[in-house]
């Protein structure tokens, strides 16, 4: 190897290092900056939530649904690419109040960003006692329009927190969103406002959409969790309560077996109509389905 061939080696090997520094080296911060138009990567829980998000983050942020779509939320649990695909996003939106159970586990597993508890300033209600606890207690807020419009509020302020360069964008379109709520709240009101106040649902998920509406639910499965089923002196009782306050529609849930409401409503010489908890993701927005439950509720209630 001539001298020449071994001063260009030497050029090379030290212009490269230097030219990189020169490059990368300007900006200490560079490997923790993201571009200026990435986006938000976001974690919605399950669907309401997801829906919510999406209407408030529109083009600006990236929102995927953590449980799939068909899937009762109760019965989900994280698997390892659901855990890697929460750990590389900035913010997991949840509902609170121990609807997501699996909350705690990101904790241990180190999770790096930000989750967002929606039900923040909300009182969360007891399902069985008349007591009210933030932590723990019914957890089905979204079923209540006016809490929802502050689970909205909630996302547009942590997106606005975590992209404060789209404040406005979010703001706005939260402000939207709100004005549909809104409307969807007095339609309800309005609709609801003369007619009878006792219902029976399959499982107690309406209390805070019974309470904010002056309705009185009745309920064929105690728990706030859909599952389980009912015993032969429960199914008496609400055979009896059906009877004493001449109800003659029995709600079920679209994603259990119909058959313990069917059965009701033959000894009450009535019918079977769903009342939807929204819970898992299908065709139709979430006031769409709210205002299926509101059609639901009249035929029963009006």
Known sequence: MNIQTKLAIIVISVVIPLSSLAVYGTNPNT???SPENSKLQVISSFNPLHEFAQNVGQDKVDVTLLVPVG????????????VQKMQASDLIIINGIGFENWV??????NYQGTI??????????????????????????????????IQVQNIADAFSKHDPQN???????????????????????????????DFIAFHDAFSYFADEYGLHQH???????????????KLESVITTAKELNIKIIFSKETVDARTSQTIAHEIDGKVLVLSSLEIASDGTYIEKMNQNLENLKEALC
């Open 71 to 82: 899937v009762e939320p109760h019965d989900w649990e994280p698997t390892i690419k659901d």
């Open 219 to 233: 309920t064929i499965i105690s728990s706030t969790d859909s599952h389980g089923e009912a015993t032969a002196k």
């Open 116 to 149: 967002i508890d929606t039900s923040d300033g909300i009182l969360a209600k007891k399902s069985q006692e008349d007591e009210y606890d933030h932590e723990s207690g019914d957890p089905h807020i979204w079923l209540n329009p006016v809490y929802a419009k």
């Open 167 to 197: 404040v406005q964008f979010y703001q706005s379109n939260a402000e939207s969103y709100i004005e549909e709520l809104n409307l969807l709240d007095s339609q309800i009101r309005n609709d609801l406002s003369n007619c009878n106040s």
């Open 31 to 33: 490997e923790s900056t």
């Open 104 to 109: 705690d586990k990101l904790d241990d597993n």
